[in-house]
């Protein structure tokens, strides 16, 4: 397992769920939503960018909502789209792409069978949802890594016989 801390992140068209782990790359938790003013994620990208910074990450997680068939719809190809913008800005910060089918739909039932205040209303709701969900996207990365020896998911800008690491 590498250590170092790493950010993980949903991303939609409104709004983007941002978490991040500790150091030793153990725990995932939720860091913050960050909004995409008016649909336009080059503000988003320079916040991001700035967390990255900040909490001193060694990598970003990019969660990517393949469908169920592992082909990708237009959500995943918004996603590959914004992994590439984000690679280009946060460089040579690694941004890596990973398989995330239906961490929305596992962080709301999360949140349900907790009883999480603000998880019923709502903008509200929907913050939450999408942190937990870039919980989701995080520990899913650790917990593969962490198994299976190797960086989970496609490494952004690798060649294509090298999208592919072990766990995916």
């Known amino acids: 397992m590498r250590p170092g801390v790493r950010l993980g992140i949903d991303v939609g068209r409104v709004r983007i769920g941002v978490a991040v782990c500790d150091p030793a790359g153990v725990l995932a938790t939720p860091l913050r939503t960050v909004p995409v ?29 393949r469908s169920l068939s592992g ?28 398989d995330e089918r239906l961490s929305t739909v596992t962080a709301e039932r999360g949140l349900r069978e907790v009883g999480r205040p ?25 917990d593969t890594e962490r198994t299976r020896g190797a ?9 294509p016989d090298e999208h592919r690491s072990l766990g995916e």
């Not at 082909?71 to 990973?98: E, K, N």
């Not at 960086?151 to 060649?159: D, K, R, W």
Request: proline residues 8%; aromatic residues 2%.
């Open 37 to 65: 003013v008016d649909r336009n994620p080059a503000a988003a990208i320079g916040l991001l960018v700035a967390l990255a910074t900040q909490h001193a990450v060694m990598e970003i997680v990019i969660g990517l909502p």
């Open 151 to 159: 960086a989970p998911g496609e490494l952004v800008g690798s060649p």
């Open 118 to 142: 603000g998880a019923r209303h709502g903008a509200k709701r929907r913050k939450v949802i999408d942190q937990a969900a870039a919980v989701i996207i995080l520990q899913t990365a650790l």
């Open 71 to 98: 082909g990708d719809g237009p959500a995943a190809l918004h996603a590959r789209d914004f992994g590439t913008r984000l690679a280009a800005a946060a460089a040579p910060l690694p941004v890596r792409l990973l």
